[in-house]
């Protein structure tokens, strides 16, 4: 069987990281796992044209949306023999999931494996924002000591509100990490956690009452059509005065350029994330020199940890494919010929 997977390429590291699995040569160690069954394992560092000759007879694809291949329809039925399109990570938006489901491809995807690495990250650039950090290392760097100039712009956390748009395993988490801060916890989900908002203190609102009231947002919603440029140039427009949005969801859920445009006016105080569309984000992506924000590359679900857990459901995950066993269910994003995650079957 033949199974390819685009990683990145391997690049050298000022310092050596034997943990460090995410790249065409270690490869979550998966060349040792597929010679041990007698597969044919690819690995490509370029998700476009190097993927179309091996189309015709691959029988597993595997990506991750930190350096995603778009699996679009026109490449899904020029594989005919595919049965697996498996996301080592979360999030499977990369995937025309209408189309796999039309050819009974199964989606699976890491369900949890950097759920912790993500919500920290998130709660780290809500802080880098709130207190300007990135003008106070700016300064450090350049030999400057203008302390006016970093702390006009410079704010507790302490009695905000933040709100929180997707309350999945991600969002759930950022609630706890944030409730010590002595912040007020608003939410909005398509599922409502009733259960879950005595624990963590959270408030369930409307969507136009967390734009409209939030003095941090911060997005943990799978891309799909209902969130695809849900935050467009009207609602910015309609979020506070002076606010914050943190995105470490999908890049695609905002409007590139409507962004840019109220950051530079103003309008809000900042932005930071580590999403962006597409991915890996051109050198001369907008987003790169707005102003305003705290942007890194996609990585806020690859620390080390995240790899090895990555590396454990991945295997899995396949393990459970090759000897015809049933996969666990939050792991399944399509499954049978149907969309089965909730995450993406909301219409």
């Not at 490869?27 to 010679?35: D, K, R, T, V, W």
């Not at 979020?239 to 470490?248: D, H, L, R, S, W």
């Not at 950051?263 to 890996?280: C, I, K, M, R, T």
């Not at 295997?315 to 269910?329: S, V, W, Y």
């Amino acid at each position: 069987m033949k199974i390819v997977a685009v990683l990145p390429p391997v690049v050298e590291l000022p310092e050596p990281s034997p943990g460090y699995l995410f790249n065409i040569k270690k490869a979550y160690n998966l060349h040792e796992y597929f010679a041990s069954k007698g597969h044919e394992f690819i690995t490509l560092s370029d998700a476009n044209d190097s993927l179309d000759p091996h189309l015709a007879d691959m029988s597993v694809f595997i990506c991750s949306p930190f350096y995603p291949a778009y699996l679009t329809k026109e490449k899904i039925y020029s594989a005919p023999k595919l049965k697996l399109a498996l996301t080592a990570g979360v999030g499977s938006d990369h995937f025309d999931l209408e189309a796999c489901a039309e050819r009974n491809i199964t989606v699976a995807e890491v369900t949890g494996s950097n759920v912790v690495s993500v919500a920290e990250h998130a709660v780290m650039q809500i802080l880098i924002l709130l207190r300007n950090f990135v003008g106070g290392h700016q300064q450090a760097v350049d030999g400057e000591w203008s302390l006016p100039r970093v702390g006009a712009y410079a704010h507790d956390l302490e009695g905000k509100t933040v709100g929180i748009f997707g309350f999945g395993r991600i969002g759930q988490r950022v609630a706890a990490r944030l409730r010590p801060f002595g912040v007020k916890l608003v939410y909005n989900d398509p599922y409502r956690r009733e259960d879950l908002e005595p624990q963590l203190d959270v408030e369930y609102v409307s969507f136009k009452e967390l734009v409209e009231t939030s003095d941090v947002i911060t997005i943990h919603a799978p891309l799909t059509e209902q969130t695809d440029t849900l935050f467009n140039r009207e609602v910015l427009n309609r979020t506070k005065q002076g606010a914050y949005i943190v995105n470490t969801a999908r890049g695609k859920i905002m409007e590139t350029n409507a962004l840019v445009d109220i950051l530079n006016s103003g309008h809000l105080a900042g932005y930071a994330g580590d999403v962006w569309y597409p991915q890996p984000a051109s050198e001369n992506h907008p987003w790169r020199t707005m102003p305003k924000q705290a942007m890194t590359i996609h990585y806020s679900g690859m620390t080390l940890e995240a790899q090895h857990r990555i590396e454990i459901g991945t295997k899995a995950i396949l393990n459970n494919f090759f000897e015809g066993k049933t996969q666990k269910p939050e792991d399944l994003i399509v499954d049978g010929g149907e969309i089965v995650s909730p995450s993406y079957k909301i219409k």
